[in-house]
Every structure is written in structure tokens, then in C-alpha cells.
């Protein structure tokens, strides 16, 4: 599987936001792009797509900054990627030809699993220290 660098930027970003998170605590752009060494340009476009979505919340100003919307254990790993790149998780198999519904079929059952496994892992999970978690896909 592909990844595409907008969507791990979003996840470490996401993960960074939830070590930090009581509710009002802002983190500045500068302290997240230097955190999880990606560029602040790319990373404030990233973090308007998760604003956008419902995932995190910014405020402006001198003392502004980002944080996240909810608690980290309601927020899933699905719900960042429909916010930054909602077409790792779209089948796109035509379903034309003798094969194509059998091929399309199949394709929606992967797409389905994949749904439901990135539904079960939350960003709490992804800010947690590696090993600490187990996940069962």
C-alpha cells in the first residue's frame, strides 16, 4: 500500500497533537513542523484539511496555535484519512466486462476491511509509545 506523504505528515501531526492534548493547550505550527521535521508550508495546508474536517481546531494570534477538537480515543485513523486523502480508501475498479463484477466485488470487500480496520485505530493509539498497542487487522 501506498501512502502518500500528505497522509503521514497528517498522522504524525495528528499523533503530535494528541501527546499534548488537555483541551486547551495550543501547539504552534513552528513546535509541530520542527517536532516531526516537516516543512511548515506543506504542514499548515495539511492542518486546514484537518480543521476543515472536524479533527482539530486552530486559534489565531500571537498566542494561537492547534489542538484537538476531541478527545484522542474518538478520533480515528479513518477520519484522517478522508480528511487528507480520501481516495486510499475508494475502490476504483470499473465494473464492465465478462470479469469486472467479480473483479469489483472483490475490490469493495478489501476497501470494506480497510475501512474497518482504520476505524479501530484511533490517534490515541498512534501517540502511543511503539509496542505499547497491539493492532489486529
Not at 55 to 72: H, N, Q, T
Request: hydrophobic share 40%.
Amino acid at each position: 500500500m501506498k501512502i502518500s506523504q500528505k497522509l503521514e505528515y497528517a498522522c504524525r501531526a495528528v499523533a503530535q497533537l494528541a501527546k499534548h492534548h488537555d483541551g486547551r493547550t495550543l501547539t504552534r505550527l513552528e513546535d509541530l513542523a520542527q517536532r516531526e521535521a516537516v516543512s511548515s508550508n506543506f504542514l499548515v495546508q495539511i492542518l486546514n484539511d484537518l480543521r476543515r474536517a472536524g479533527i482539530i481546531e486552530s486559534r489565531r494570534g500571537k498566542a494561537g496555535g492547534y489542538l484537538l477538537a476531541r478527545p484522542p480515543a474518538t478520533i480515528t485513523l479513518r477520519q484522517v484519512v478522508l480528511a487528507v486523502d480520501p481516495t486510499l480508501v475508494q475502490a476504483s475498479v470499473k465494473n464492465e466486462g465478462e470479469s469486472g463484477p467479480a473483479v469489483h466485488h472483490a475490490w469493495d470487500q478489501v476497501s470494506a476491511k480497510l475501512h474497518r480496520a482504520l476505524d479501530q485505530i484511533t490517534i490515541e493509539t498512534l501517540a502511543s509509545p511503539p509496542g505499547s498497542s497491539m493492532y489486529h487487522i
